[in-house]
């Protein structure tokens, strides 16, 4: 049975740092593409980091240079480090991995709300 599970959220002030984690059993992270997506109140799913293969990582334009996704092998665990955030970067934060495409993602996690106040 494959489990994402997500900690590290929390409640932050606005410039502050939080860092996200997603230990995942069931599955090894190295051979799936791992991805963190978050989704605000009222508001859709969004793709905020990406980590593909060996070393393919992208970002949406709204986190670039403040966030850094990364992967623990060893222990099976991707990590979303996330810098100077603002009120707009409050969501829940969902980790999901996929063997296919990002619009057929095959397991998601339960998701950790991340509140960042003014």
């Known amino acids: 049975q494959v489990q994402l599970v997500e900690s590290g959220g929390g409640l932050v002030q606005a410039g502050g740092s939080l860092r996200l984690s997603c230990a995942a059993s069931?599955?090894?992270?190295?051979?799936?593409?791992m991805g963190w997506f978050r989704q605000a109140p009222g508001k859709e799913r969004e793709r905020v980091a990406t980590?593909?293969?060996?070393?393919?990582?992208a970002y949406a334009d709204s986190v670039k240079g403040r966030f850094t996704i990364s992967r623990d092998n060893a222990k099976n665990t991707v990590y979303l480090q996330m810098n100077s955030l603002t009120p707009e970067d409050t969501a829940v934060y969902y980790c999901?991995?996929?063997?296919?495409?990002?619009?057929?993602?095959?397991?998601w996690g339960q998701g950790t709300r991340v509140t960042v106040s003014s």
């Open positions: 999901a991995a996929t063997q296919t495409n990002w619009d057929t993602v095959q397991y």
């Open positions: 069931g599955l090894t992270v190295r051979s799936y593409a």
């Open positions: 980590h593909v293969g060996w070393n393919t990582i």
